[in-house]
C-alpha cells in the first residue's frame, strides 16, 4: 500500500478541503482579522487534517501488508483468517467479515462436494468388485475351454479387466493413505505374481520373461507394487516390436542405501520428443495413436503411486531398440532397527 495511491484514492476529500479552506480564508479576510492569526489558525488547520491522514493510512497499511503477505506465503490461501488479527477500523472489520463468510460459505461447498465425491467412490468401488467377478469366471471358463471360445473374444475381456483395475486402482489414488499398508515385501513373490496373471500373453505374444533377482526385499504395500509393476509389463507386451524375438528382462540392483527394480524390454521404444510427458495425465503419445488405442493413464496412476508409497519411477527408451523402467526403493534403517 503506497500513500501516494492512498492520496489518489482519498482525492475527493482533499478537494472539499482546499474548498473549505480557501472559503474559510475569505471569511478571515473578510472580517480583517490579523495575517499573524489567520497564518497560524491555517498552520493548524493544515496539520490537523495531514495528521488525520498520516494516522488513517498507517492503520491501513499495516493491516493490508499483513493480509497480502500471509496470501503471498501460504500454499493454501484461504487460510489466511487463521493468521489474521482482527482490524480495529470500520472498512477493515467490513473486509474481514466479508472474508469470513466467503470462507464459510467455501468450507461448506467443499464439504458438501466431498462427500459426494466419496459417496460416488465408494459406488464405484462397490462396482468393479462386483464386475470383476463375472470377468474372472469368464476367464476361468475361457481358460477351460480354450478350444471352444475365440482368442478374441478373450484378449477383448482381458483389456476389460485391466481397464476395470485402472479405475480402481485410479479412484483408491486420492485416499492411498488409507488403503496401503507398508510392510516388508518380497520381490520375488511379487514378480512371480505378475509372470502368472501375464502368462498367456507371454506363450501368446511368444515373449521371453526372463528373471535376474535373487531374494531382495523391500518397504513397500504389495498389492500397489502388484498393481505398478503389472502396469509396466502390460505396457511391454502391449509395445513389442513384432519383426523381432521379443523379450522383457526383470533385474534388481542394489546402490547405496537403494534397491532399483529394472523392467527392460526390446520393443519398439518410445520416441525423445514423449519421453518427458508419459506420465501426464491422458497423454497416449505416437506409439499410443499409432500402434495401440491407448488411454493415457496408467503410467499416470504408476506415478501416483509411486509417489504416495515414497518410490520414484522414470523411464529411459530409444525409439525402435528398447525401452527400461526403474523403480528406486529407499531402504529403511529404523525399520530394521526395530525388528
Not at 478537494?15 to 480583517?32: D, E, G, M, N, S
Not at 490579523?34 to 488525520?52: E, H, N
Not at 466467503?102 to 465425491?117: A, D, P
Request: proline residues 1%.
Amino acid at each position: 500500500m503506497k500513500f501516494f495511491d492512498y492520496l489518489k484514492d482519498k482525492l475527493y476529500a482533499i478537494v472539499l478541503f482546499f474548498c473549505f479552506y480557501f472559503i474559510l480564508l475569505l471569511l478571515y479576510f473578510a472580517f480583517k482579522l490579523p495575517f499573524d492569526l489567520i497564518f497560524v489558525a491555517s498552520i493548524l488547520f493544515v496539520s490537523f487534517f495531514g495528521l488525520l491522514f498520516f494516522i488513517d493510512f498507517f492503520r491501513k497499511k499495516s493491516f493490508y501488508q499483513k493480509l497480502l503477505l500471509q496470501i503471498d506465503q501460504l500454499d493454501q490461501s484461504y487460510l489466511v483468517l487463521e493468521l489474521l488479527e482482527q482490524p480495529h477500523f470500520y472498512e477493515g472489520e467490513l473486509l474481514y467479515q466479508a472474508l469470513y463468510d466467503i470462507n464459510k460459505s467455501m468450507i461448506e461447498n467443499v464439504k458438501s462436494f466431498e462427500l459426494q465425491m466419496n459417496d460416488f467412490k465408494e459406488y464405484v468401488e462397490m462396482w468393479i468388485h462386483e464386475v470383476k467377478i463375472p470377468i474372472s469366471s469368464f476367464l476361468l471358463i475361457a481358460h477351460n475351454h480354450k478350444d471352444e471360445i475365440p482368442i478374441r473374444a478373450i484378449e477383448s475381456v482381458r483389456k476389460i479387466e485391466d481397464y476395470v483395475e485402472q479405475v480402481l486402482y485410479y479412484v483408491r489414488s486420492e485416499n492411498a493413505h488409507k488403503d496401503y499398508f507398508i510392510n516388508e515385501v518380497s520381490l520375488q513373490k511379487v514378480i512371480s505374481n505378475v509372470a502368472l496373471k501375464n502368462k498367456d500373453d507371454f506363450l501368446e505374444h511368444q515373449i521371453d520373461f526372463i528373471v535376474d533377482v535373487q531374494k531382495e526385499s523391500v518397504m513397500t504395500d504389495s498389492k500397489w507394487l502388484y498393481f505398478i509393476l503389472n502396469q509396466v509389463v502390460h505396457n511391454s507386451i502391449k509395445y513389442k516390436d513384432d519383426s523381432k524375438s521379443s523379450y522383457i528382462k526383470i533385474t534388481v540392483l542394489e546402490e547405496n542405501e537403494t534397491i532399483v527394480l529394472e523392467v527392460l524390454d526390446n520393443g519398439i521404444g518410445i520416441p525423445s520428443s514423449d519421453l518427458k510427458k508419459v506420465f501426464e495425465k491422458s497423454f497416449t503419445g505416437y506409439n499410443g495413436r499409432m500402434k495401440a488405442r491407448s488411454t493415457g493413464m496408467g503410467l499416470f496412476i504408476v506415478k501416483n503411486l509411486c509417489e504416495k508409497l515414497g518410490h520414484t519411477i522414470s523411464i529411459d527408451s530409444k525409439q525402435g531398440s528398447y525401452t527400461k523402467v526403474s523403480i528406486v526403493f529407499f531402504q529403511n534403517c529404523y525399520y530394521d532397527v526395530l525388528k
